[in-house]
C-alpha cells in the first residue's frame, strides 16, 4: 500500500521560515500530481501547492511569493519551503498524491507560528 510520510513540521516566530517534507514509498513519479495542504483548528482543509509530474507548480495568492513546492525523484520526496511565517500559518500540514487516480494522504506533520 502506497504511504506519504510529513516531516519537518515545528513551531517558529512570525517571519521565520521552516520546511516541510514527504517521503513516498513508491516512486512519486508514480504520482499524475502530488501537493500540500492544511487544515487550521476548526476549519477545513486547504490547498497550499501542487507539483505535477511534468513539473508545474500551482500555489494559491494565499502562499505564492512566500511558499515553494519541489521534488526530487531520486528521494522520492516532495518538500515545502515556507518563509515568512505568519501565525495564520498554523496549521497541520498535509501531503496528498494522486496514484492510480485516487487520492493518498500523510496523518501530517503540525506547523505553529507565534506572533
Known amino acids: 500500500q502506497v504511504q506519504l510520510v510529513e516531516s519537518g513540521g515545528g513551531s517558529v516566530e512570525t517571519g521565520e521560515s521552516l520546511r516541510v517534507s514527504c517521503a513516498a514509498s513508491?516512486?512519486?513519479?508514480?504520482?499524475?500530481?502530488m501537493g500540500w495542504y492544511r487544515q487550521a483548528a476548526g476549519e477545513q482543509r486547504y490547498l497550499v501547492a501542487t507539483?505535477?509530474?511534468?513539473?508545474?507548480?500551482y500555489l494559491p495568492d494565499s502562499v505564492k511569493g512566500r511558499f515553494t513546492i519541489s521534488s526530487d525523484s531520486s528521494q522520492n520526496t516532495v518538500n515545502l519551503e515556507m518563509s515568512k511565517l505568519k501565525p495564520e500559518d498554523t496549521a497541520v500540514y498535509y501531503c496528498?498524491?494522486?496514484?492510480?487516480?485516487?487520492?493518498?494522504w500523510g496523518r501530517g506533520t503540525q506547523v505553529t507560528v507565534s506572533s
Open positions: 507539483i505535477d509530474r511534468a513539473g508545474s507548480k
Open positions: 513508491e516512486s512519486i513519479l508514480s504520482f499524475s500530481m
Open positions: 496528498n498524491g494522486i496514484y492510480n487516480g485516487r487520492p493518498v
